[in-house]
């Protein structure tokens, strides 16, 4: 009488007649069999699931079919919720930075806000001042603005693509601000506050994401000409920052279009998606070392001016 393999063959462990083993481990006896192959499975090889308990490999090839029709984004990254819940944060970050700065007496500003002349000094800046702002005017007038691009980008490139452009657009924002002041004018030792870098990133992404989308950009074009003929046209706006943002977030969003890996009829879309998330990253890298080049290639040259 021939014993049953459970679908393994001969050179797997011999199993008692009437004992079921699991076949990941023959010393094992299991009752419970996977209710895909049938196959018994000990504890630790069981997946329960909403149909039943699962062997570790029917798991493992569910979820593998599962995440080749999970619907993507338009940048190959997975569909969140839609709550951008990110947009939000960012908001509420805002509003408490600018509580502390009513509260603190002028600490925050000294702590958080970007100048260049200590630029080096305190690099953190180059990110925290994004979040400070001049008057509840130019608080409400940005978080209008991300509120109204960051609840579509961040459904349209996904939570962590959409936080990288903004966060570097305001990377790079401050960092224009560095390489276009003159070191020997007083705006050198002035600090400059706002969201504006990080927003001007997001409208040069909406302009590119609705391009390469097919939709409307004619009103996105208006936009971004009337918020930089506002800035060139006010001497206290910092029009470096807002032009450093726009070309960085422009930038940043083209070239994760331009270079995401195609996907075919016959791709594995989960492992597009994983290349994808590599190359955005490096992308977002990328970005991040330009900013830096350019910030020690700057800071050499006001020192040999010194």
């Not at 023959?26 to 329960?48: E, H, I, L, N």
């Not at 806000?113 to 994004?130: E, H």
Request: glycine content about 10%; charged content about 15%.
């Amino acid at each position: 009488m021939e014993r049953p393999t459970y679908g393994y063959s001969a050179d797997d462990a011999s199993q008692p007649q009437d004992q079921p083993v699991c076949p990941r481990h023959p010393d094992r006896v299991s009752y419970v069999r996977c209710k895909r192959c049938d196959r018994p499975a000990c504890p630790d090889c069981q997946r329960p699931t909403s149909v039943g308990v699962l062997c570790v490999d029917c798991a493992r090839d569910v979820e593998r079919q599962q995440a080749q029709t999970r619907p993507r984004n338009a940048l190959g990254g997975r569909m969140g919720p839609q709550t951008p819940i990110v947009t939000y944060t960012i908001m509420a970050l805002c509003v408490l930075a600018y509580a502390g700065q009513a509260l603190s007496g002028g600490l925050v500003e000294q702590w958080a806000m970007f100048a260049p002349f200590r630029a080096i000094a305190m690099p953190w800046t180059f990110l925290t001042s994004g979040f400070l702002h001049g008057g509840i005017l130019h608080l409400a007038l940005n978080m209008w603005a991300l509120y109204v691009c960051g609840q579509y980008l961040e459904r349209t490139m996904g939570r962590a693509r959409f936080t990288a452009v903004y966060l570097v657009s305001i990377l790079a924002g401050h960092t224009a601000v560095l390489l276009l002041t003159d070191p020997l004018s007083q705006s050198w030792y002035s600090g400059t506050v706002g969201a504006s870098g990080g927003v001007f990133g997001l409208f040069a992404a909406m302009f590119v994401v609705n391009r390469k989308l097919g939709g409307q950009v004619a009103q996105i074009l208006v936009l971004i000409g009337l918020n930089l003929a506002v800035t060139f046209l006010n001497p206290g706006i910092s029009w470096q920052g807002h032009l450093g943002g726009l070309v960085m977030g422009g930038a940043l969003t083209a070239a994760m279009f331009a270079l995401r890996p195609k996907l075919s009829p016959v791709a594995d879309r989960a492992s597009i998606a994983r290349r994808s998330a590599f190359v955005h990253a490096a992308v977002i890298g990328a970005g991040v070392l330009v900013c830096v080049l350019l910030v020690i290639v700057r800071v050499a040259m006001v020192s040999a001016i010194a």
